[in-house]
């Protein structure tokens, strides 16, 4: 079984890309093999300087690979690192329909917040279904917000398979968590970098106390009365962090009263940093070692462009390109 995900370096991780993306990616590392990449590519349809691409893509580097991304399990790479991607992107693209494109929710979400329509935002689903067939991945860990492009990707690969020869790409699943699918943000919308609600994964200690202090919503009830847990996003992402005994006491004690929101907050802190103690102890070596860093990146593009080559040699001689 192979899994693939991408993932765009376009700022600081948050705990939402964290349970979406990256601790799928991570779990599924043990039942199979994965390919994990930094969509650098993606990331250049939004992204306003070289400096901030090529900070961005080292960043997620090494953020991912302390998050618990094991080059030894999995092949970890660039997704620029195998240029060929973007060949394969065109063949696809002369099978997709526009009206395809058009619906997406994604490209339609960033022309409402502004972003400038180029001809790459618009084509991007077409150059992440080449993502995932060039490397003949059968599953996808995305949160759902992606799960439309993995319908793009599946319809592309069907059309090619109709035109050219029923066993040139496999058909992916999207692997959606149910329980993490939409993590809520600080003000209870889904968390998302474009509306400003993140909780970092990495960060110093101070201030995302003070985030998740000044920055989650809760009501007025005073601290002597029990309080709601319905809809409490305090509750939602706790869970997340949070053994099940722990959760448990939390939701009791919401329904005793009298204990205060700052208290609440409190526990919400010390879960999270807990939970993430190991990773920002990775951390901190990975940033200490840049040329291991590196040199995972560059042994991974290696096996991935070994990969490529094999999907592009089949499917050049499947469209007629490949008689040379
Ligand atoms: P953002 O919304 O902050 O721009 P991206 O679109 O870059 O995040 O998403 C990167 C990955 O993280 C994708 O697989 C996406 O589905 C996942 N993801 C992002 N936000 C959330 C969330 N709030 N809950 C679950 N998964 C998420
Ligand atoms: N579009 C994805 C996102 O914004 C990133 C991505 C690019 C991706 N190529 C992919 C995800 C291939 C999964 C598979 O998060």
Redesign the pocket.
């Known amino acids: 079984m192979r899994f693939l995900t991408g993932?765009?370096p376009?700022g600081k991780l948050?705990i939402?890309?964290y349970?979406?993306?990256i601790e799928p990616a991570v779990r599924l590392q043990e039942q199979g093999e994965g390919f994990y990449f930094i969509a650098n590519y993606h990331a250049m349809t939004t992204m306003e300087s070289a400096q901030a691409l090529l900070e961005n893509t080292r960043g997620l580097a090494v953020d991912f690979l302390a998050c618990g991304l094991d080059p030894q399990k999995s092949v970890f790479f660039a997704q620029s690192a195998v240029p060929e991607v973007n060949e394969l992107a065109w063949i696809l693209s002369t099978v997709c329909p526009m009206g395809l494109l058009e619906r997406c929710h994604s490209y339609k979400e960033k022309m409402a917040r502004g972003i400038a329509a180029s001809h790459a935002l618009f084509a991007y689903p077409a150059l992440m279904a080449a993502d995932i067939l060039l490397y003949n991945a059968d599953a996808v860990p995305?949160?759902?917000?992606?799960k439309q492009h993995l319908e793009v990707t599946r319809d592309l690969a069907g059309k090619i398979n109709d035109l050219f020869g029923d066993d040139i790409f496999k058909l992916p699943e999207p692997i959606i968590s149910e329980v993490?699918?939409?993590?809520p943000?600080l003000d209870g919308q889904?968390?998302?970098?474009?509306y400003g609600n993140?909780l970092p994964i990495f960060g110093e200690e101070k201030p995302i106390r003070k985030l998740i202090n000044k920055k989650i919503i809760t009501d007025a009830t005073p601290l002597e009365a029990p309080k709601p847990t319905e809809g409490s996003i305090l509750l939602q992402l706790y869970k997340l962090f949070a053994t099940p005994e722990q959760y448990q006491e939390m939701i009791d004690a919401h329904h005793r009263g009298g204990v205060g929101y700052g208290q609440f907050k409190k526990d919400l802190f010390e879960a999270y940093w807990e939970y993430f103690r190991a990773p920002r102890e990775r951390r901190e070596w990975l940033l200490a070692n840049p040329g291991y860093v590196d040199e995972t990146l560059n042994n991974g593009a290696a096996r991935a462009r070994e990969e490529a080559a094999t999907t592009l040699t089949r499917v050049r001689k499947a469209v007629g390109l490949g008689w040379l």
Do not use: C, I, Y
């Open positions: 993932l765009q376009s948050h939402g890309n349970f979406g993306a995305v949160g759902k917000d992606q993490t699918a939409v993590v943000g889904k968390m998302s970098k474009s993140t």
